[in-house]
């Protein structure tokens, strides 16, 4: 018999769904089958598999070991687990606690890899949780944790990464209903002078990776809706915004500010490409400044030193 306790990891989960992280090679009818046997327990009750788990429970689960060893996988050596923890984990850390990291991301680099080749920060940040002891193999097995938000790869700044279940489901609930305000920083060409708030209808062509604004909906279209106001003024040549992101599409603060004729300095893919040569500036100049979540905790990052001819 196998006794597990929950912990804050895996927490606020359906218990069907951790019994197959921790059975991967049990088939879902057979773990239901145990279920109803009352060979796998929850609390000492029979269970169907659709609680939801807290922290705390007590799991028994019935097999001999051999049987628990099988169905567990405890042989079979996580080679993910063993890539990843060679990979370098020296990340930007703005904040830290048993729940989440605020890292600050750097241009250059992505949030999430899009190809096994790639190191994105996602994977940096659990090489640093595997080298300061914070997850182990096991656990890595039950939950991988992850980046809950995601930056353009020349975009740098504020990226939320979930140490467990529980962060990330919370986390994920933020950003979806918008309940945390994050605000940008960039600087953008001509002289803006007033606050502003602009609206439009954004469309996305997946073959380019390019989104195109307009005033009228259409078919494939999505609302957005981006705030900024004029931090400082660079002359009558460039203007350092602050850019409340209030709905969050692909390229949005690019799109949306090239769109009224004040692009991103340093913007490849919507800017102006002759004053980018011109100013030999290296990578586009937006960066996630702060986040300000509504229990009144707020962060920032600090602006990269790319700003600072500019500033």
Known sequence: ????????????????????????NASTSFIYKMLRKKNITLNEKKAD?????NTGD??????SDETF????????????????????HD???????????????PAGIKSQKDSPSDISI???????????????????KHFHPSVCNRLDRNTSGIVLFAKNL??????????KERSCKKLYRAVVLGKITDYQEIEGFLSKDETTNKVSISKKESSD?????????PIKNIGDKFTLLEIHLITGRTHQIRAHLASIGHPILGDNKYGNNKINKEQRVRGQLLHAYSIEFNDGRKFVCELPKEFNEYI
């Open 49 to 53: 598999g659709s609680e939801k788990l």
């Open 1 to 24: 018999m196998k006794e597990l306790r929950i912990e804050g990891n895996d927490s606020n989960q359906r218990f069907d769904k951790y019994l197959k992280r921790v059975l991967p």
């Open 122 to 140: 996602n994977e940096m940040a659990i090489s640093y949780m595997i080298a300061t002891e914070q997850l182990s193999e096991e656990s890595f």
């Open 58 to 63: 007590v799991i028994k689960i019935w097999f």
């Open 166 to 175: 529980h962060a990330a489901q919370n986390l994920g609930e933020a950003l």
């Open 91 to 105: 990340i930007q850390i703005v904040f830290e606690d048993d729940n989440m990291i605020i890292i600050n991301k």
């Open 69 to 88: 060893a099988k169905m567990a996988g405890e042989s079979e050596r996580d080679e993910l687990y063993y890539t990843i923890k060679e990979l370098p």
């Open 221 to 229: 279209s999505k609302p957005i809706k981006t705030a900024y106001k």
